[in-house]
């Protein structure tokens, strides 16, 4: 089995910051690319970051130059920095990530529990 736990959520003024962690652990060979997402009641996921197990990373127009996603490949976790955080950035959010389990198989996408991030005005 793989887990996902997130962790750092939690209530901020706008213009703070936080950083998430979502830590990996089980059966794992390998992880492609880990992203994060974010949703709020009523409304779709939404994409607000990736990043590929080289690097490569990838934002939402609404957070670039705000937020950073990283990652360590060794520990199996990934961050995502939030500063200049805005109220419309409140949500929960979710990491996800792409899962070998045996190094030959498919990829599977798992995804973690959630974390509450509210930004207060």
């Known amino acids: 089995q793989v887990q996902l736990v997130e962790s750092g959520g939690g209530l901020v003024q706008a213009g703070g910051s936080l950083r998430l962690s979502c830590a990996a652990s089980g059966s794992i060979f390998g992880i492609n690319v880990m992203g994060w997402y974010r949703q709020v009641p009523g409304k779709q996921r939404e994409l607000v970051a990736t990043i590929t197990s080289g690097g490569q990373s990838n934002y939402a127009d609404s957070v670039k130059g705000r937020f950073t996603v990283s990652r360590d490949n060794a520990k199996r976790t990934q961050y995502l920095q939030m500063n200049s955080l805005k109220p419309e950035d409140t949500a929960v959010y979710y990491c996800?990530?792409?899962?070998?389990?045996?190094?030959?198989?498919?990829?599977?996408?798992?995804w973690g529990q959630g974390t509450q991030v509210t930004v207060s005005s």
């Open positions: 996800n990530a792409w899962v070998s389990i045996r190094g030959w198989d498919r990829e599977t996408l798992y």
